[in-house]
């Protein structure tokens, strides 16, 4: 189904205490580390004035203790990262385990922050949630180095007996996306702060321009098309998930020229896709999360969201670790028939989409998860 349960709305909550964890904080939050040196052999003191401290602390009686390395962009993004951390926050919740997050100011950063976690002993982390594409170079080679730790990745394929890899069939919640987008287009259509023109016209923002985000906007265009052929899909990169400004700057153009509704798949920048659609009184789709809810400030021009799992993946991992069941060197795909991608709609205008939008994409959900409807996964396929 298109629709879920209202109780699985709840993805955001997060606590105030969720700080930010740059590179150089990581030997004062983590402890622990052998000799308490960094990878180029300089000493730290592990105070708190090297960076915040984030995450959880379950003392003795913790269950398991769990290593957060963030994808770039950090927490706050409302989206992917956040996703991640409402994952980790309910494994806290449900099965008393402790984490620690890590956020990498850059894609450099990463293989240091994984072997930080990986090198520590006070605690010894069960395991290290690698959150991500820009994970699997250094996970590839940190894997091998410490064959005895458990690791996961979400959004890559890591081929070492100690990961789990999650990935997501992107371009499948993303086709039900487009395909609502296309038919609202052609519509005579007004809710909320939005409304459409009298130009059959739709956008696209990414954030860095790569395989992954290119499935987005794959399955995007061709939901546009499933619609109808002739819609016109402009389509965009920010060159960063961290850039409201450049999202603003690119959603106004696309608003210049037509378009009527935008879907995002660039963290952080994406909300400067909101800001304008509500200033030009046009509409926008959200990512990962339910964005609607998680920046209530745009619900009135937040048709729905492309929700992604990753909250989900990060649980299941985790899960399995503290019930002696993870398996490294499995992959677990999560598409629409697992419900690890799906159209939310926005909880502002959920009410005003039309039943003959909302049945005619339960149509295509169905077709999707039946293999009726193939759904690319590169743009130059549409």
Known sequence: MVKIDPRRRRFLELTGGAGAVGVTGLAGCLGGQDDGSDDEGNQSDGSDDEGTESGSDGGDDSAGDIGMVYATGGLGDNSFNDMAHTGVQGAEDEFGISF?????????????????????????????????????????????????????????????????????????????????????????????????????????????????????????TAGVKHANEDIE?????????????????????????????????????????????????????????????????????????????????????????VNGEFEGGQLNELGLEQDGVEVVYGQGLEDDIPEEVTSTLEDSHDAIVDGDIEVPTDPDEV
């Open 100 to 220: 620690r997050n890590a956020e990498p100011e850059s894609q450099s950063d990463v293989a240091n922050l994984q072997r930080r976690f990986a090198r520590s002993s006070d605690p010894d982390y069960d395991l290290i949630c690698c959150i991500g594409y820009v994970q699997a170079d250094a996970l590839a080679e940190n894997a091998q180095e410490f064959s005895d730790q458990n690791f996961t990745v979400v959004d890559e394929v890591v081929e070492e007996s100690n990961v789990e890899s999650y990935t997501f069939r992107e371009h499948e919640g993303s086709f039900q996306v487009g395909h609502m987008a296309g038919l609202l287009t052609e519509m005579d259509f007004s809710a909320g702060a939005g409304e459409t023109t009298d130009d059959a016209v739709v956008g696209f923002v990414g954030g860095e321009e790569s395989p992954l985000i290119e499935k987005f906007e794959a399955g995007y």
């Open 233 to 321: 899909v402009r389509s965009a990169y920010a060159g960063s998930f961290n850039d409201s400004a450049q999202g603003q700057e690119i959603a106004l153009s696309m608003f210049d020229e037509g378009a009527d509704v935008i879907f995002h798949a660039a963290g952080g920048t994406g909300n400067g896709v909101f800001k304008v659609a509500q200033e030009e009184g046009r509409f926008a789709v959200g990512v990962d999360a339910d964005q609607s809810e998680s920046l209530p400030e745009y619900d009135d021009v937040i048709l729905a969201s492309m929700v992604k799992r990753v909250d989900e993946a990060v649980y299941r991992s985790v899960e399995n670790v």
